[in-house]
């Protein structure tokens, strides 16, 4: 549950917005009326987000902020303003806040902003720990392996987290590289400053530079005001770009600058601006190759492979594929309010004879669309998806194990499945679909694909799960 804390005089409006935007029992919100008792929730509870007003009948929104930034600087701060002028929190945000809205408050740039907070909230504060045998299995965050090649990531990580060095961490698709970068932030000097990640592939192009480096008034169409970019932001922390090889060449550029003399220059101002940043980067690419080719500039590709991590494919990890299927089964089980804690023999060996194109990632989203269909304490074959086969190679349903429950098609099952998620999480569409391990593009397909517009209907032949 992501604990939210709002702090707002306002007797109705922005505290109804808030509980229509950030729904129970996936969120819960609180509300303080003045500075004063805000302060005091903060130190009683740490919250995940916090959103504050510039305007507050004790003292100033900024006062406010300073005295957080003392309890906890990690906290993502939203200020929200009823002014259009808004130097205040743009005073704010250059001491460390994360974002500001204006009053009346938009409620799809609330979930946006928002989500993104809680996401930032999650890498600073959730441990990223190695979790061996005689540790915690459950640790939240935590990076679980065994097979040589995961300890010799272990090792890197305990090497070069205290050095204030630039990092870049390669892999596939799916294979942890965020959680990596996670726990060298966290094992850092810079661990109680702010962390920031960055997806460089999915911000478009044109908006990328305008994201980092923020812009001044007047830089593009629709620049109306000045906008404090991550790196002005994240000033003293650390910045994780992930998938730093889809970055635009100009782009890449400024990245190079920063490494070089912590300086850059908003889009369309003339002002150096001073940033003290450590970076981690991430990469699916070859960049060496890339380099060489010309596709990627040489000289940032050396700048940031100071030290380097390569994380392996899990087709690669040998025996430590069981133990991430129990640590996930344990960790799902519990968010999804299931009691399936064992997994059948012919179960895991479906699982071990498959090859995870998709890497961790896809095992993840595997297990939680069978707990989704699970009936009973032992995840069966028949919960599993009906293509997990070895190698992609096909099959029927009946003949590789595949959801072949007696009156339910595979469309049925995956109906039934998005309609359970749906309504465990209150309708939420985005927690939906971060619970089902695909994108919010693929649940909105679906849902029109299914005629789930009522997403509060409960699931067929089934009453919403026990908690």
């Known amino acids: 549950m992501a604990h939210l804390l709002l702090i707002d005089d306002d007797p109705a409006l922005i505290p109804r917005q808030m509980r229509q935007a950030f729904p129970a029992p996936a969120y819960r919100v609180e509300v303080a009326r003045t500075g004063a008792e805000g302060l005091a929730r903060i130190r009683a509870e740490r919250p995940d987000v916090i959103l504050l007003d510039l305007r507050l009948p ?36 250059q001491q460390g806040a994360y974002d500001y809205l204006f009053k009346p408050l938009d409620l799809r740039q609330l979930r946006r902003v928002v989500g993104e907070a809680l996401d930032v909230a999650r ?7 190695v979790a061996e045998p005689a540790s915690d299995p459950d640790a939240e965050g935590a990076i679980v392996g065994t097979c040589p090649a995961m300890r010799e990531v272990y090792k890197a990580i ?18 942890g590289k965020e959680l990596v970068a996670t726990a060298i932030y966290q094992h850092g000097p810079r661990a109680k400053r702010p962390f920031l990640a960055i997806n460089c592939a999915a911000i478009p192009e044109n908006l990328l530079e305008s994201e980092l480096f923020g812009h001044d ?11 404090i970019g991550k790196f002005e932001l994240c000033n003293g922390g650390t910045i994780f770009l992930d998938e730093i090889g889809d970055m635009p ?21 003339n002002e150096m601006v001073h940033s003290d940043v450590r970076i981690i980067a991430a990469t699916h690419h070859d960049l060496k190759a890339e380099s060489a080719e010309g596709t990627f500039r040489p000289d940032l590709y050396y700048r940031l492979s ?57 095992l993840q989203s595997v297990l939680k669309q069978a707990l989704l269909v699970a009936i009973g304490s032992v995840l069966l074959p028949a919960f599993l998806p009906a293509d997990l086969t070895p190698n992609h190679a096909g099959g029927k349903p009946g003949e590789t194990g595949g959801r072949s429950r007696p009156g339910g098609t595979l469309d049925d099952l995956e109906r039934e499945a998005i309609q359970r998620c749906l309504h465990e999480t209150g309708g939420n569409r985005q927690r939906t679909a971060e619970l089902l391990g695909i994108s919010a593009r693929t649940l ?21 799960p026990a908690r």
């Not at 890498?123 to 720990?129: D, S, T, Y």
């Not at 782009?251 to 369309?268: E, P, S, Y």
């Not at 430590?320 to 060996?349: N, Q």
Request: with cysteine.
């Open 58 to 93: 004790d003292q100033s929104g900024l006062e406010v902020y300073q005295q957080i930034r003392r309890i906890d600087a990690r906290i993502p701060v939203i200020f929200v303003t009823v002014a259009k002028t808004a130097d205040a929190a743009i005073e704010a945000m």
């Open 123 to 129: 890498l600073a504060r959730e441990p990223a720990v």
């Open 158 to 175: 305990g090497r070069v987290a205290a050095q204030d060095v630039p990092v870049l961490i390669t892999g596939e698709s799916g294979t």
């Open 217 to 227: 008034k007047g830089a593009f169409t629709g620049a109306d005001r000045r906008r």
């Open 249 to 269: 060449p100009a782009v890449q550029v400024k990245i190079l600058r920063v490494l070089q003399d912590q300086k850059f220059d908003r889009v369309g101002g």
């Open 306 to 362: 100071v030290f380097g991590i390569h994380l392996p494919p899990l087709r690669d990890r040998g025996d430590d594929l069981p133990l991430l299927v129990r640590h996930y089964l344990r960790r799902f089980s519990r968010e999804l309010g299931r009691d399936v804690h064992e997994v059948s023999p012919e179960a895991m060996e479906r699982l071990q004879n498959y090859s995870w194109p998709g890497n961790a990632r896809e």
């Open 444 to 464: 909105l397909r679906k849902i029109r694909k299914y005629g789930l517009e009522d997403p509060l209907c409960p699931p067929p032949d089934a009453s919403p």
